[in-house]
């Protein structure tokens, strides 16, 4: 049933304790304020857990999809840990909060990538979805107002952190001004470190941007006009597709094998695609 799925998932077994907890909280954060609009997960069980024909790699998958009647268009949260020939570890976890055109305000995104003890992958957004040069109002109102900036500067003081540029010019293209994406190397052979970061500055900086977005986004009211339904469903499809492309085009056939993958990623078109 859904609750198993679900158990298994807010279990983050391969994840260190610090981002367990965080992503636990964040988890929970927003089921609790949108428990009411959503439906639960609809997945296939071999879609909500799956693992590689070799099993050193295994993954969590939960999507639950928003009432017609509300803004939530769905929640997606991830995790995928997979062993490395070298020995150790890729770690991924993923939340993710897609709006329906009901409204334009940004979506959320949060994803962890841990490929060892000493090196983490932190990209925390509220990803826009109009042009913020077209729309001044739009970057006034959800990255202005907030101070969303300051969230970022927070984590650009940790010594131990510089800015991460992803190989793909698209994915800079998708975040915001104030996105966070951030590298954080520690000393080798000093995980307390790393486990110390994540506890006092990804975790409350995350918590604050997670609640930014459920108090100005989920649950802003912002309402949109008919005409600019259809630009915007364009756009939310087209950034749909293509960050599936960019994300999980070439890392899960090579983790998983292809029919695996095909079967993952198909159940993952359905709910990109659904109307
Ligand atoms: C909207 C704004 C987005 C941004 C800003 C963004 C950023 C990045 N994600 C990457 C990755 C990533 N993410 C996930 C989770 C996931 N993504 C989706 C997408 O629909 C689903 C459905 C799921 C759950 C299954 C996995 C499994 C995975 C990788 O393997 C990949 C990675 O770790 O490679 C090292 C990186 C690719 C580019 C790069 O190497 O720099 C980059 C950091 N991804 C966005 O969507």
Not at 119 to 139: E, G, M, T
Not at 152 to 181: D, G, H, N, W
Not at 252 to 259: D, S, V
Request: hydrophobic residues 35%; aromatic residues 8%; glycine residues 6%.
């Amino acid at each position: 049933s859904h609750d198993e799925g679900r158990k298994k998932f807010v279990e983050f077994p391969y994840a260190s304790a610090p981002v367990r907890s965080l992503m636990f909280d964040l988890v929970s954060t927003v089921e609790n304020r949108l428990d009411s609009q959503l439906l639960p997960c609809a997945l296939p069980p071999d879609v909500q857990y799956y693992e590689n024909q070799s099993g050193t790699a295994q993954a969590s998958l939960q999507i639950r999809s928003g009432l017609k009647s509300s803004p939530i268009d769905f929640i997606l949260g991830s995790w995928i840990h997979s062993e490395l020939p070298t020995g150790g570890a890729l770690n991924i976890t993923s939340l993710s909060a897609y709006l329906n055109s009901s409204t334009d305000a940004p979506n959320f995104l949060i994803e962890l990538i841990q490929s060892s003890p000493t090196s983490l992958f932190l990209i925390l957004d509220l990803p826009p979805r109009k042009d913020l040069v077209l729309h001044p109002d739009y970057l006034q109102t959800f990255y202005e107002s907030t101070q969303l900036d300051k969230q970022r500067q927070m984590l650009e003081k940790v010594p131990e952190a510089s800015p991460y540029f992803s190989s793909s010019l698209y994915i800079r293209c998708v975040v915001s001004p104030t996105a966070i994406m951030i590298r954080v190397e520690t000393e080798t052979g000093e995980s307390t470190r790393m486990e110390e970061i994540i506890t006092s500055y990804v975790d409350p900086v995350a918590k604050e941007v997670i609640g930014i977005w459920l108090n100005q986004c989920a649950c802003g009211g912002r309402e949109i006009g008919e005409s600019d339904r259809a630009d915007l469903e364009k756009r939310d499809g087209l950034m749909k597709k293509k960050t599936i492309e960019v994300d999980l085009g070439t890392s899960f056939p090579r983790l998983f094998g292809p029919e695996v993958a095909g079967r993952v990623l198909g159940e993952i078109q359905k709910v990109f695609t659904a109307k």
